[in-house]
């Protein structure tokens, strides 16, 4: 049974850093992609960032460009999600997700929180002004 674990959320000021993590078991990442979701309250779940992990292909949002990174640690199998310059909109319950997915569907698909099988439980994000 795959299971994705988020940590890393909190409190941080605007312009502040925190790095969520998201650790994967009972499936090997390899041609698989990871997302990052977001969803504030009252609002849609939206896309964040994802990586094609085989390739390490990226793709953003472009919301959080230029201040979030997202990468894969293979040997820990985990994914991470840098995200710096932190401003108050940036505030809601952050998840991963993960799919199988070819190369070829990552960028037309790895943005759509409907492409991913496997969910994490969220980790909490609150940026205070």
């Known amino acids: 049974q795959v299971q994705l674990v988020e940590s890393g959320g909190g409190l941080v000021q605007a312009g502040g850093s925190l790095r969520l993590s998201c650790a994967a078991s009972?499936?090997?990442?390899?041609?698989?992609?990871m997302g990052w979701f977001r969803q504030a309250p009252g609002k849609e779940r939206e896309f964040v960032a994802a990586?094609?992990?085989?390739?390490?292909?990226?793709h953003y949002a472009d919301s959080v460009k230029g201040r979030f990174t997202i990468s894969g640690d293979n040997a820990k199998n985990t994914g991470y999600l840098q995200m710096n310059s932190l401003q108050p909109e940036d505030t809601a319950v952050y998840y991963c997700?993960?799919?199988?997915?070819?190369?070829?569907?990552?960028?037309?698909?790895?943005?759509?929180?409907?492409?991913?099988?496997?969910w994490g439980q969220g980790t909490q994000v609150t940026v205070s002004s």
């Open positions: 997700a993960a799919e199988p997915m070819a190369a070829t569907r990552f960028l037309p698909s790895g943005s759509n929180s409907e492409s991913y099988r496997y």
């Open positions: 990586i094609w992990w085989s390739g390490g292909f990226t």
């Open positions: 009972g499936r090997t990442f390899s041609n698989d992609a």
